[in-house]
């Protein structure tokens, strides 16, 4: 018998009448209401906050968005009347490498300084033509995981060899420039005697045998500040650990674009004026190995951000030369960064445990009655709770110390987040009781779904290995999959059904601001994940990710003040050429998708996942498949 997911329920580009006349009705109503109603109060703010010269940005934008939402309608309104719709523009060459958000001198003429025109600023990004991001001339697909690991297209990543070769002995002692690749040397790296040494140099001063024991010591997430080029991320993964590389936006030679070109978890973040977007104790570790960042500025901020995402227990690496004076103190009174957050360390329970060479470690103190036996001068406890962070200002108190998340990493169980016990914790913390057989059903789910996905998408993922549906996946290095961004993660078990399978890939899961707040039972859980505004775009390079994969995104966003033809542009940007995405939502909206995506040059396949087509009930839940030419196709079509 055949299984339903292999049948087409449509693969024409008309739409049937009945169907016309409900989606031009229901796309009229969202677009009027996204004409008259007013900005949300979360943008008014983060509009707001700050100078004069902010004041006509606040106009301008809502005009803006006025004016879009115009124009969304009036397409849509061609969609619903089966008129053929314009592919975007190509971009010109000067954006082969933009991303959005970080605008430098916008944000000196919007009166930023001090460091904080450095950071993410969506609200300043002026007005551009819609346009798809072309690839960069020479651009090639990348080597298949674990070979794209340690060897990438120099072509891929904007550094040119002059910016190479100026960077100093640290940097070609690392990796290796040779014609149209950059070699990685898994042996050595940004640290002096090679990585691996240095791993277990960190579990020693830990207390542990061996670096392959930082899972039995709690350590299964790693927030890397500043990664350099990844290399202390590749050995962590290597021991089935989560890193996730933070670093700020460059320009140039940029550290998260080389890391995610590598295969390894990365995003854009900085240390600047702003919180990142995690919840509070979301990370066993967080590492920082000459980062480049003065712990000691803004009154000690910084290093309270730090304490703000660290675990109970959990614990802050410091590599730096001793030797060099830093810090804001006067000339005559300098002294070593280490030296600095020692003191301030005391101050927000943190214990130096161990110091070898130019290496320190902190360890976070997980007892939380330890704040009130400090001194009365001492950095004061925030009384915001559980609130959920998103790129908030930098805040001179104490975090997380009432949550009902405080567990010591040490305490935790095996499979931390999923236990009855965990549940409740985070069902409280949501407001919404999160029953077991709630999380288990989820849970189920996704495990079924993701071998569904994987029948599909095999023919097609495996091209120079084909086979039969229901054959076993052949092993590394076919898998041409490595990446996973979840734009909508829920509970996190699609990143679970990758793990519980066996596939050699990682995920990204992205839980939406005005979503219901499930990002601290992935955390706990040990995956990767974030908090953000699918109205504005992610915080990554373009071409930097495999799959991206939607379930019922598009319906949440529907009433929302963003346009999905934007969200469809940005989710181009980040796709790598021959990358994938794959939708489920409602029969409307899943046929607007598919019209959205012949608008930026994707080619599209709608999946029927029930057995009776003619069952209205049957048909709320659609599967879109979307891939990209191929890269012969692609090239030659943007070039």
Same mark, same amino acid.
């Given at each position: 018998m055949t299984s339903p997911w292999y049948k087409t329920v449509s693969s024409v580009f008309g739409l049937r009448p009945r169907i016309k006349g409900l989606l031009?009705?229901?796309?009229?109503?969202?677009? &009027?209401? @996204?004409?008259?109603?007013?900005?949300?109060?979360?943008?008014?703010?983060?509009?707001?906050? +700050?100078?004069?010269?902010?004041?006509?940005?606040?106009?301008?934008?809502?005009?803006?968005?006025?004016?879009?939402?115009?124009?969304?309608?009036?397409?849509?309104?061609?969609?619903?009347?089966? @008129?053929?719709?314009? /592919?975007?523009?190509?971009? #010109?060459?000067?954006? /082969?490498?933009?991303?959005?958000?970080?605008?430098?001198? +916008?944000? &000196?003429?919007? #009166?930023?300084?001090?460091?904080?025109?450095?950071?993410?600023?969506?609200?300043?990004?002026?007005?551009? *033509?819609?346009?798809?991001?072309?690839?960069?001339?020479?651009?090639?697909?990348?080597?298949?995981?674990?070979?794209?690991?340690?060897?990438?297209?120099?072509?891929?990543?904007?550094?040119?060899?002059?910016?190479?070769?100026?960077?100093?002995?640290?940097?070609?002692?690392?990796?290796?420039? /040779?014609?149209?690749?950059? @070699?990685?040397?898994?042996?050595?790296?940004?640290?002096?005697?090679?990585?691996?040494?240095?791993?277990?140099?960190?579990?020693?001063?830990?207390?542990?045998?061996?670096?392959? *024991?930082?899972?039995?010591?709690?350590?299964?997430?790693?927030?890397?500040? #500043?990664?350099?080029?990844?290399?202390?991320?590749?050995?962590?993964?290597?021991?089935?650990?989560?890193?996730?590389?933070?670093?700020?936006?460059?320009? @140039?030679?940029?550290?998260?674009?080389?890391?995610?070109?590598?295969?390894?978890?990365?995003?854009?973040?900085?240390?600047?004026?702003?919180?990142?977007?995690?919840?509070?104790?979301?990370?066993?570790?967080?590492?920082?190995?000459?980062?480049?960042?003065?712990?000691?500025?803004?009154?000690?901020?910084?290093?309270?951000?730090?304490?703000?995402?660290l675990k109970p227990g959990g614990y802050f690496v410091l590599t730096s030369p001793t030797n060099k004076a830093q810090g804001n103190l006067p000339d005559t009174k300098k002294t070593s960064i280490s030296t600095r957050v020692n003191e301030l360390s005391k101050k927000i329970c943190w214990s130096l445990t161990a110091q070898q060479d130019e290496s320190f470690l902190w360890q976070k103190t997980a007892d939380s009655n330890c704040y009130s036996s400090r001194s009365q001068d001492s950095i004061p406890l925030c009384k915001d709770g559980d609130s959920v962070p998103y790129y908030h200002p930098l805040v001179p108190c104490i975090s997380g110390t009432t949550s009902k998340r405080w567990i010591p990493i040490q305490n935790r169980s095996a499979v931390a987040g999923t236990t009855s016990a965990e549940l409740e914790i985070h069902g409280k913390y949501l407001f919404h009781c999160i029953k077991p057989e709630e999380f288990s059903e989820d849970t189920q789910v996704w495990r079924s779904a993701l071998k569904n996905y994987w029948s599909l998408l095999t023919p097609l993922i495996f091209s120079d290995h084909p086979k039969r549906p229901g054959d076993e996946d052949p092993l590394p290095p076919f898998n041409m999959i490595r990446n996973v961004m979840d734009m909508n993660a829920r509970f996190g078990n699609l990143n679970s059904a990758l793990l519980e399978q066996g596939k050699s890939a990682w995920v990204m899961n992205v839980v939406p601001v005005n979503a219901r707040n499930t990002l601290p039972i992935i955390l706990d859980r040990g995956f990767a994940g974030v908090l953000h505004d699918w109205c504005e775009p992610f915080p990554t390079y373009p071409r930097t990710y495999d799959m991206l994969h939607a379930n019922e995104l598009l319906t949440h966003l529907s009433s929302e003040r963003c346009s999905l033809m934007d969200l469809f542009l940005e989710m181009d940007r980040i796709l790598r050429p021959e990358g994938w995405v794959v939708i489920s939502d409602k029969l409307g909206v899943i046929e607007m998708a598919r019209a959205m995506a012949t608008r930026v040059r994707w080619e599209a396949r709608v999946i029927d996942l029930q057995d009776d087509p003619d069952d209205a009930s049957c048909k709320l839940l659609i599967e879109i498949i979307y891939f990209s030419r191929t890269e012969e196709e692609h090239l030659k079509k943007v070039l």
């Open positions: 031009f009705f229901i796309l009229g109503v969202v677009a &009027l209401l @996204t004409i008259l109603s007013p900005l949300t109060s979360t943008s008014y703010e983060a509009s707001s906050t +700050g100078s004069s010269t902010r004041v006509p940005n606040i106009y301008s934008n809502y005009r803006r968005i006025k004016e879009q939402a115009a124009v969304d309608y009036l397409d849509l309104r061609s969609l619903s009347l089966g @008129t053929s719709l314009k /592919e975007f523009p190509l971009c #010109g060459k000067e954006r /082969e490498s933009y991303v959005p958000c970080y605008n430098v001198t +916008g944000n &000196l003429l919007a #009166g930023l300084q001090e460091g904080d025109e450095l950071d993410r600023h969506c609200e300043f990004e002026r007005e551009k *033509e819609r346009c798809v991001v072309r690839p960069p001339r020479d651009y090639k697909i990348p080597l298949r995981w674990p070979l794209g690991r340690d060897i990438i297209w120099s072509g891929n990543v904007k550094i040119t060899k002059d910016q190479f070769l100026s960077s100093g002995t640290v940097t070609t002692r690392l990796m290796l420039l /040779e014609e149209n690749q950059i @070699t990685f040397h898994s042996e050595d790296g940004l640290i002096f005697d090679g990585v691996k040494d240095y791993a277990r140099q960190i579990a020693e001063m830990i207390g542990l045998g061996s670096d392959t *024991e930082f899972a039995q010591a709690g350590v299964r997430t790693v927030l890397d500040i #500043g990664c350099g080029f990844g290399s202390f991320g590749a050995h962590l993964v290597s021991l089935k650990l989560m890193p996730i590389c933070i670093a700020k936006y460059e320009a @140039t030679g940029s550290q998260v674009q080389l890391a995610l070109e590598r295969g390894l978890p990365a995003m854009i973040g900085n240390f600047f004026s702003k919180q990142l977007p995690y919840p509070a104790l979301s990370f066993d570790m967080v590492h920082c190995a000459q980062c480049g960042i003065t712990w000691d500025i803004k009154d000690a901020m910084l290093l309270l951000e730090v304490d703000r995402v």
